[in-house]
């Protein structure tokens, strides 16, 4: 209570000191005003957005020193990162849930990254880890059906990378070290040169076993490369041709299912992903974007008999016409999943997956405050047939600072090939799976109160029939199953206040409620808090930043069967971040996590039927540890 009452205090004081400077504002932060992508795939302002969308920008990006895209967007509200330990990277199994639900869709400058059939995640974002490459990453929260396929029913990640806009040659070198054996080296460059432009990453992060809040030793290792190269060609009048290559390998140690968190799981990766990418605007009212990916993921876990290596390809182009007062988006999307490798059932080995679909949107304003978008999604499941996906929203615009919506949209989710044909010593598949159908309606408000004070409020609804959902039959192997109707009911709640160049901060609120499932608690068998507080304050000076981030958990109440979770249901985690720039192109930086040493979990419970002993399988995350490096760029 002590470590609460100091943290509070802490955010307290800053705001305060906050609240007595009066100078002029030109601190860079993502408002209201800033353009975004992924909830039209137009650009437009957020304001206008008849969405709920969050950011993470560039500026975060560089000053808190995230390692990977799950760090990124763990402070975005509506989103959590269901953990297994100190990295995402460190497991193959994380879960992201946006507003409830776990089927979200990842993307990269627009093309899809889900792996159908990698466990229990949909794409692998704690792999994402060349953070140098990326300008921001955009977080659409509640259903996005029509544009990005029915398995969007929570939302869309989509993380956008950068595009060198002038000539020259800039270089970036970064390390830094800190306990529990971390070791991060990282080198980017990028240039242009006429019309040629590109960015080359690569890097290497090392970690061994760490200390959790209670103190434990937790099993854990992780040496892991990534290289990245992004090469374009500017084509003139807005259109380029862009090829983007991404590697990442590493091998890794977890604490093994049901045991304990000393006892050791490991595991390697060997993913990689290939893309072209073309963009032509053809003419002042038309263009089009043309998208051609390859993603390869490979892992291999040899104490659970576990192997697999799957392939995903994919099509997609889009056309956009844009008239006076209405903008039609219509496009063609395929993409493939091919089972390459599976030692547990041979016979699925080149097991093939397919989606076609073509969809139509049109937003139409029909006056100056007035604006309707009507929507349809077909697609072709080559196991599932036909599917038809109809969405609607509604937006009210009465002055330049204000915006409602309100939101229809329907989704089906296609059962998994891992779901349907996994075969391992704790999880065998269901091939009589049927796909998860519903709704969500959502009601939203984008306010400017005024140049330095913003706020977003969504609030939403989601049914959901056919849930799928894993039930553990230990100590038997788990199964997949059509679960009963699910209702989803919770709002988002978002400020930012700039008080001056020197102080800004924000507060985000989370509430979500879902009913509880036969033999389990509300809230995904209590794995999701019905109530997350995230909130913030940053300090930038001429050479010196800082950031202290909270994010606070409340009524999570873990498994029915594991009651010892209410123990843990509750809890504060805070982060700081602090840069120092002692020289041009020099900073000096260093981040605190976890500052008062908590003892807390992601995923809501111990894995260990009988969790009470101290030293199951918590898949506890790290108490306090530090960071401390050098980045020079030139």
């Given amino acids: 209570m002590n470590r609460k009452i100091m943290a509070a205090s802490l955010a ?67 989103v959590m990162v269901g953990s297994h330990g ?15 639900s776990p089927n979200v869709v990842v993307l990269v400058d627009g093309m899809r990254r889900n792996t159908n059939g990698n466990s229990l995640m949909n794409a692998s974002i704690g792999e994402l880890t060349n953070m140098a490459s990326v300008d921001h990453i955009e977080v659409l929260k509640g259903a996005a059906s029509t544009l990005y396929g029915s398995d969007a029913q929570g939302g869309v990640i989509n ?7 002038e000539n020259g040659v800039h270089t970036t070198l970064r390390a830094s070290v800190g306990n529990f054996g971390r070791e991060n080296y990282n080198f980017y460059n990028e240039g242009r040169e006429g019309n040629l432009f590109w960015t080359v990453e690569a890097g290497k992060e090392l970690l061994h076993q760490y200390k959790d809040g209670w103190g434990r030793r937790v099993v854990n290792h992780l040496n892991a490369d990534h290289y990245n190269v992004k090469l374009g060609y500017d084509l003139g009048n807005d259109s380029d041709l862009v090829f983007h290559y991404e ?47 390859r993603n390869n993921t490979s892992f291999d876990i040899p104490k659970s008999d576990w192997e697999m290596n799957m392939r995903t390809s994919g099509i997609s182009d889009q056309l956009v016409y844009e008239m006076d007062n209405q903008t039609i988006t ?47 999604r077909v697609d072709h499941h080559s196991q599932f047939g036909n599917r038809t996906s109809p969405s609607l929203s509604v937006g009210y615009m009465p002055n330049d600072k204000t915006n409602y919506y309100f939101n229809y949209k329907t989704f089906f989710v296609a059962p998994g090939m891992y779901q349907m044909y996994v075969w391992n010593s704790y999880t065998h598949g269901n091939r009589d799976l049927k796909p998860e159908t519903g709704y969500t309606f959502e009601f939203g408000v984008n306010h400017k109160f005024d140049d330095t004070l913003s706020g977003t409020l969504n609030i939403f609804h989601t049914y959901a029939h056919n849930m799928i959902k894993y039930y553990n039959l230990y100590p038997d192997p788990g199964i997949y199953k059509n679960a009963d109707r699910a209702n989803i009911n919770g709002f988002n709640l978002n400020l930012n206040k700039e008080f001056s160049r020197h102080w800004s ?45 909270g994010r606070g958990v409340m009524n999570r109440y873990g498994k029915k069967t594991h009651p010892e979770m209410r123990n843990y249901a509750n809890y504060w985690v805070w982060d700081m971040a602090a840069n120092y720039h002692f020289t041009k192109g020099a900073v000096l930086f260093a981040r605190v996590n976890n500052i008062f040493d908590q003892f807390y979990t992601d995923i809501g419970t111990s894995s260990d039927p009988y969790g009470s002993d101290p030293y199951s399988t918590w898949y506890s995350a790290p108490g306090r540890n530090f960071e401390v490096g050098l980045q020079f760029t030139f």
Wanted: charged share 25%.
């Fill in 86 to 100: 100190i990295s995402s990277q460190t497991t193959n199994s994380d879960q992201v849930y946006i507003n409830g």
């Fill in 330 to 376: 219509g496009g063609f999307d395929w993409y493939e999943d091919e089972i390459r490798k599976y030692p547990q059932e041979k016979e699925l080995v080149g097991k093939r997956v397919h989606t076609a679909a073509f969809y139509l949107q049109d937003k139409i304003n029909i006056t100056k405050q007035w604006n309707v978008t009507p929507g349809i």
């Fill in 12 to 78: 307290v004081l800053s705001l305060s000191g906050g609240a007595f400077c009066v100078e002029a504002s030109d601190m860079p932060v993502y408002t209201l005003e800033g353009v975004v992508v992924t909830a039209s795939r137009v650009p437009e302002k957020k304001i206008d957005s008849n969405a709920d969308v969050s950011v993470v920008t560039s500026k975060e990006i560089e000053e808190k020193h995230y390692d990977d895209v799950s760090e990124a967007i763990r402070h975005v509200p509506g």
């Fill in 247 to 293: 590697k990442y390998s590493s091998d890794y140690t977890m604490p093994y299912s049901g045991t304990n968190d000393r006892t050791p799981s490991a595991g390697t990766k060997d993913n990689d992903s290939t893309s072209l990418q073309y963009k032509a605007k053809i003419n002042d009212r038309l263009t089009n974007q043309l998208y051609v990916y």
């Fill in 159 to 165: 993380i956008i990378t950068k595009a060198p806009k």
């Fill in 505 to 549: 901060t924000y507060v985000g609120y989370t509430y979500m409620h879902m009913n509880a499932q036969e033999g389990e608690n509300i809230n995904n068998d209590g794995a999701i808090p019905e109530s997350t507080l995230n909130v913030g304050v940053n300090y930038k000076a001429d050479k010196f930043s800082a950031s202290l981030d």
